[in-house]
């Protein structure tokens, strides 16, 4: 049953689904430092800045090579390309994450094949992929979602019995471990994204490939400037994934925070773990799970909540940002009706998109941000009673 709250009304206080400004100010002065160092050099595309970024983010992540390229949807495009997977090729992933995942197996005219999600973890359910491997299926895509790594060593165990790739989708977990090891790179490839709200943010697009395997290494190089060794002599098709200099020399001056950054988030987490028990509210809201053989780095907070639309509603009424990642599966998107997979089997995935709700969790949040955040959320669990 839960605790009734005889507090008198609460003043209304504004806090931001997210606040970049709390995370720029105490690190100004360097950013502003090194853009203008890029900007007196003139090199701003490939280059030193680049060079040093590949260096320290293959050394943070623990791989031989990580490649820069220009944002988290090429990471994951220039890696299919590089496995040549095309069309009449298929690519097994998660039917609940952001559209790039799917988005660019279908740009490349392989056909995404989805599968249902673990309710706890939201991540790509095991037992799914065993499920829908074909002859014709090329890689497998688990998507480490919301900062929490999926469940790899089964889907890596089927992959390499059947001889196909990994390909991580770590979009949203830079940092985040899977029994000890650091997600890209367990499989054959890993994609990050540096998006400016993501544990570790550039200044606008950016994201990374990372691989062990050196032939691969220098097929994504080579691929990321139109396929071209030198200039002019191209011996492929690539594209422009180049990652910029500016971008590159910004995310060298976060990179030695983000470790800090990370513990911080995780501590909210727990906070936020504590109040929603204080306030009796764990039998209607549901707190992430953060599984033991795992370090889960929050990229989001999400909860489920019954009403959830309603409970947004109030919660944003009473200055408290927070979204709703993932509204619409991908079987049930309308550019994938030609794949006629909705209505078929993804229960999980479709109550994760009713029901979730992400709350305010970056590393600056203080406790009085926090208590009244679940303070708002148990007033409109109230009202809603």
């Not at 780095?297 to 999400?302: A, E, G, K, L, T």
Request: glycine share 8%; hydrophobic share 45%; with cysteine.
């Amino acid at each position: 049953m839960a605790v009734a709250d005889t507090r008198p009304a609460m003043r209304t206080m504004q806090v931001p689904m997210l606040d970049l400004q709390a995370q720029y100010r105490p690190i100004r002065d360097q950013i502003i430092e090194v853009v203008t160092r890029v900007c007196d050099s003139q090199r701003f595309i490939m280059g030193p800045e680049i060079e040093g970024l590949e260096r320290e983010l293959a050394a943070f992540l623990g791989v031989k090579h990580a490649v820069g390229v220009s944002s988290g949807t090429d990471a994951i495009l220039l890696a299919m390309m590089a496995l040549g997977i095309g069309p009449g090729d298929e690519v097994i992933t998660s039917t609940y994450s952001f559209f790039a995942t799917a988005g660019c197996v279908a740009r490349l005219g392989a056909t995404p094949v989805f599968v249902d999600i673990d309710p706890v973890t939201y991540n790509m359910d095991p037992a799914g992929v065993a499920a829908v491997m074909t002859p014709r299926t090329k890689a497998i895509i688990p998507v480490h979602l919301y900062g929490q790594s999926a469940d790899l060593d089964p889907i890596v165990e089927l992959a390499t019995r059947a001889g196909v790739p990994v390909i991580e989708d770590a979009a949203q977990a830079i940092g985040a471990r899977y029994k000890g090891r650091l997600v890209g790179s367990i499989g054959r490839l890993g994609c990050f994204s540096f998006f400016p709200s993501k544990n570790l943010g550039a200044f606008g697009d950016g994201g990374l490939v990372t691989t062990n395997d050196d032939d691969l290494a220098a097929v994504l190089r080579r691929m990321r400037v139109h396929g071209a060794d030198r200039q002019y002599y191209h011996r492929v098709i690539g594209g422009n994934f180049r990652l910029d200099a500016l971008q590159a020399a910004v995310l060298r001056v976060k990179l030695p925070h983000l470790a800090g950054w990370t513990e911080a988030r995780r501590r909210n987490a727990a906070r936020y773990d504590q109040y929603f028990a204080d306030l009796g509210l764990t039998d209607r809201v549901t707190r992430p799970v953060a599984l033991a053989d795992r370090y889960h780095i929050f990229n989001q907070y999400i909860v489920r909540v019954p009403d959830r639309d309603a409970v947004k509603a109030h919660l944003e009424s009473r200055g408290v940002g927070c979204a709703i990642y993932y509204p619409v599966p991908f079987h049930e998107q309308e550019c994938f009706a030609f794949l006629g997979a909705a209505g078929t089997g993804f229960p999980h995935a479709e109550s994760a998109a009713r029901e979730t709700l992400a709350l305010p969790i970056y590393g600056e949040l203080n406790a009085d941000q926090q208590r009244y955040v679940v303070d708002v959320m148990a007033e409109a669990l109230n009202r809603a009673a």
